[in-house]
């Protein structure tokens, strides 16, 4: 579309395009995917829009309006190059890029080595990481469930935000009796229950 189309769109609808379809991607770690790319489309508009510039050039005058547009650019890349290697050293195992990127690697692994995981109720995010890595324990919710509804109609994704408001009610129907959760948070139906694993990403709870 840039290629072949820039002279039939108008640039600011280009721009506010681009934006819409980015803002599936906008988390932090995606940052710098946005400068590059707006700076890629920032360069050339502003490449053809540099008119207030007389037309006879010498090259001093040119060389520094070519690098006005060129630093930018190669900051933008030298950025995202940057990244990847500190993530690329920083990511040695999948292990070490699964706990990087805030998954509950040693958790999951304690409730793996000591045999704890009756009834668990896990967070949402953390659903699929368990079916994967630990498919002997039967996970409360994953990503698939959001749809899903239960015999009497009502869905599971309700019953899961309805735990984590304080109906503890649901706790005792579902007999659940581990937690896996968030380490910085400890969701009123479970304060009752004792600690046994706690790490920078998660906590493991159980029913005394």
């Known amino acids: 579309?840039?290629?072949?189309?820039?002279?039939?769109?108008?640039?600011?609808?280009?721009?506010?395009?681009?934006?819409v379809f980015l803002l599936a991607f906008f988390v932090v770690d995606f940052v710098y995917?946005?400068?590059?790319?707006?700076?890629?489309?920032?360069?050339?508009?502003?490449?053809?829009?540099?008119?207030?510039?007389?037309?006879?050039?010498?090259?001093?005058?040119?060389?520094?309006?070519?690098?006005?547009?060129?630093?930018?650019?190669?900051a933008a890349v030298l950025a995202l190059v940057l990244n990847f290697f500190v993530n690329w050293l920083e990511s040695g195992t999948a292990q070490s890029r699964l706990a990087k990127d805030n998954y509950?690697?040693?958790?999951?692994?304690?409730?793996?080595?000591?045999?704890?995981?009756?009834?668990?109720f896990n967070e949402y995010a953390w659903?699929?990481?368990i079916d994967w890595q630990a498919p002997h324990l039967k996970v409360f919710i994953d990503g698939r469930m959001a749809g899903w509804k239960k015999a009497d109609g009502k869905y599971i994704l309700a019953d899961y935000l309805a735990i984590l408001k304080g109906n503890c009610d649901l706790v005792e129907r579902y007999q659940i009796k581990t937690a896996l959760v968030e380490s910085a948070r400890t969701p009123i139906c479970f304060g009752n229950f004792r600690e046994v694993y706690k790490d920078e990403v998660a906590k493991v709870l159980v029913k005394e």
Do not use: C, Q
């Open 33 to 74: 995917i946005w400068v590059i790319v707006f700076m890629f489309l920032g360069v050339r508009f502003f490449a053809k829009s540099i008119a207030f510039l007389p037309v006879h050039l010498d090259f001093k005058a040119d060389y520094w309006a070519r690098m006005s547009l060129f630093l930018p650019a190669f």
């Open 127 to 129: 659903g699929g990481y």
């Open 1 to 19: 579309m840039l290629l072949s189309k820039r002279a039939k769109i108008d640039f600011s609808w280009l721009m506010l395009a681009s934006f």
């Open 104 to 120: 509950p690697v040693e958790a999951v692994n304690f409730m793996t080595r000591n045999n704890v995981g009756e009834n668990i």
